[in-house]
């Protein structure tokens, strides 16, 4: 089905389609195509000390290398240009750190591959909101060199029209995962097919004022995944060097190749807050076991990577599937290490699962649990009760070479402190190591965005006018370095909210910032295992040298684990210690409100540091009742 209509009232009727593509492909089919994944970030927002300390993400574009994979199969030529890693790589080889151009980096990068590739069609992906001023400067910088633009991924996918308002440039946008309509599109060019098998598509002639979308359905199928990625176009060799890959990088040696895999894409769950069913569709889509084990087999011996992030929404969605994977990694003797950064639902942490997953290189995982409030669980869908976290933790307890984590959000639609005081209180009784806490950031095209608008309680601006901040832009650097502080009497004015209050933006920031304490820092004085202890001080180390530099709360409980696994503590951390604490009103600040002083350290004294309730309650009494919305492994 194709739907035609007109942006302004000036364009001529007789614009077609065929036209349009005889226009931008005069001949008459598509060759080369030119693939890019442009920077995370802007130039006034990037900061060179942090890509000096690989701060920023630097994923593989793992999705264009499975559509080049796909591409070639139909005999076009493909390149990819990854200008995130490429601008990251140029400021950690940057001599004069006052002379770099971060625009000047990329503009040169993408001028010279289309120079030489002289491509039919430059396609630009984009995944978060926070990249969009970035994808439409290199949209507008490659269409300066008469060629067609086509942009996708989940950002495009999420706000379409917006977007292509907002970007002239682009000529086409692919929608949801291009794997299939991006094919079909090559051969609609070449005539092999006629314009109305396309899907997927919406075409910009912003000239004309003309855009047309076609509805057609191009999702790729089960038996379409089973493909290897173009992992010879992405210099995977190269990118963990000037950037992290997931949330555990602290967890390997430095040298340790990081990489990426997908094996299975959509998620089960229905998350009023996430908008994977939206790009992937409601179902599970799986590749074959051994197309996945094959994979990993060659990112090992040809790319020499160690660790595996796990790129899936719902790795353990089969869990004879997912023990079949786990078991094929250990009978091919793969010695690869693993973590699923993107989490893993609690239901289906079973002790049989757990033991596989630890069994062939688990060293991380995220749990998304997001409420410990079943009123609030029910609200944004979450597939899982209370009492399937505790289930999940427990298990998770018992494999202590297993990092485990869970995602905590705040701020839902008439969220109370009390149900938030439920999920500190959930989230204590979980006692996993550690709690990835984020305030809602309503994202278009999910059904929390719509009813937000429909309740008046957000304008519907858009992804383009949206900055989700996240790595190294996020908000974990803005408050850890300063730049955004909660209030000046946090502690009176947290307690001073009724518990039947739902809690303003301000609140809110205190709030996350007590949790942080609390529920990271606070309960280490509570961890006597030496496994855990170890992790945590990979973990502290991160923090204080890679994420926040000098982060005052990770030097002292760094010093302070360290006494507990050894009697003893490095000199050079009470230094850096007193140095921040001297040079920072903000960590002095800190450090006072919570009773930490630098002479603890000092004189290995941790007495009277008991770890107090945050705030009175208990779990939830009725949680029972709702085990029934739990979603079937």
């Known amino acids: 089905m194709l739907e035609e209509y007109s ?82 790589k140029a400021a950690n080889r940057c001599t004069d750190e006052a002379a770099f151009d971060f625009d000047a980096v990329w503009q040169r990068e993408l001028e010279a591959a289309i120079a030489d590739f002289a491509p039919d069609l430059v396609g630009v ?69 006629d314009t109305d098998r396309l899907g997927q598509l919406v075409v910009n002639d912003a000239n004309c004022g003309e855009r047309v979308r076609l509805f057609g359905e191009a999702q790729p199928a089960a038996g379409d995944l089973d493909i290897l990625p173009a992992h010879d176009l992405i210099a995977i060799e190269e990118l963990s060097e000037v950037g992290v890959i997931g949330n555990f990088h602290g967890f390997k040696p430095r040298g340790t190749r990081f990489a990426t895999s997908l094996s299975n894409r959509g998620c089960r769950a229905q998350c009023t807050f996430c908008s994977v069913r939206s790009f992937n569709g409601k179902s599970v889509r799986q590749r074959s076991v051994e197309n996945v084990l094959d994979e990993l087999q060659h990112l090992k011996e040809v790319h020499g990577v160690g660790h595996i992030t796990w790129l899936d929404d719902d790795l353990l969605k089969d869990h004879a599937r997912a023990i079949a994977l786990f ?43 997001e409420s410990g409030n079943p009123e609030i669980l029910k609200q944004v869908k979450k597939p899982g009760t209370v009492n399937n976290f505790l289930k999940a933790a427990e298990v998770l307890r018992r494999f202590e070479e297993i990092h485990a984590r869970v995602f905590l959000m705040l701020g839902f639609p008439g969220e109370t402190l009390g149900q938030i005081n439920d999920t500190i209180n959930v989230a204590r009784a979980m006692d996993l190591d550690w709690c990835g806490i984020t305030i809602l950031q309503p994202l278009p095209n999910t059904p929390i965005y719509d009813s937000m608008v429909a309740q008046g309680l957000i304008e519907p601006v858009g992804s383009k006018n949206t900055r989700f901040n996240s790595g190294g832009y996020g908000k974990q650097d803005q408050v850890d370095m300063g730049l955004r502080l909660a209030s000046q009497n946090f502690e009176e004015a947290f307690r001073a909210i009724a518990m039947d209050a739902v809690p303003s933006a301000t ?92 002479d603890d350290l000092k004189e290995a004294d941790f007495r009277n540091k008991e770890i107090p309730r945050l705030l009175p309650g208990a779990l939830p009494q009725d949680h029972r009742q709702f085990e029934d919305t739990v979603l079937a492994p």
């Open 125 to 193: 992906t984009c995944m978060f909101t926070m990249t969009h001023p970035s994808l439409k400067r290199v949209c507008e910088h490659a269409a300066g060199h008469d060629v067609p633009v086509a942009i996708g991924g989940v950002h495009v996918t999420n706000d379409v029209d917006r977007v292509l308002d907002d970007i002239p440039a682009a000529h086409f946008a692919f929608l949801r995962e291009a794997d299939r309509a991006f094919g079909l599109f090559v051969d609609a060019v070449a005539g092999e097919i």
């Open 327 to 369: 078991d094929g990694m250990v009978a091919r003797g793969l010695d690869l290490t693993w973590d699923a950064t993107n989490g893993v639902i609690a239901a289906s942490c079973t002790e049989e699962v757990v033991a596989a997953m630890a069994a062939s290189g688990c060293i991380a995982l995220n749990i998304g649990m």
């Open 7 to 88: 942006a302004t009232r000036s364009a001529p009727r007789a614009w077609t389609l065929s036209d349009f593509l005889a226009r931008q492909f005069p001949k008459g089919r598509i060759e080369r195509v030119l693939l890019v994944n442009p920077p995370d970030g802007e130039a006034d927002l990037f900061r060179i000390e942090t890509a000096r300390r690989r701060r920023y993400p630097n994923y593989p574009p793992y999705g264009l290398a499975v559509l080049a994979a796909n591409l070639r199969r139909k005999g076009v030529a493909v390149r990819i240009v990854n200008l995130n890693h490429l601008v990251l």
């Open 507 to 598: 609140e809110l920031d205190d709030i996350w910032f007590f949790m942080n304490y609390h529920l990271n820092f606070h309960r280490l004085f509570g961890e006597t295992r030496p496994a855990k202890i170890r992790q945590q001080l990979m973990n502290l180390g991160a923090l204080s040298d890679v994420i926040s530099p000098e982060h005052g709360f990770a030097l002292y409980f760094t010093g302070f684990l360290q006494h507990r696994l050894g009697g003893t503590i490095d000199p050079a951390i009470i230094e850096r210690l007193e140095r921040r604490l001297a040079g920072s009103p903000y960590w002095a600040d800190r450090f006072q409100a919570f009773g930490l002083s630098v």
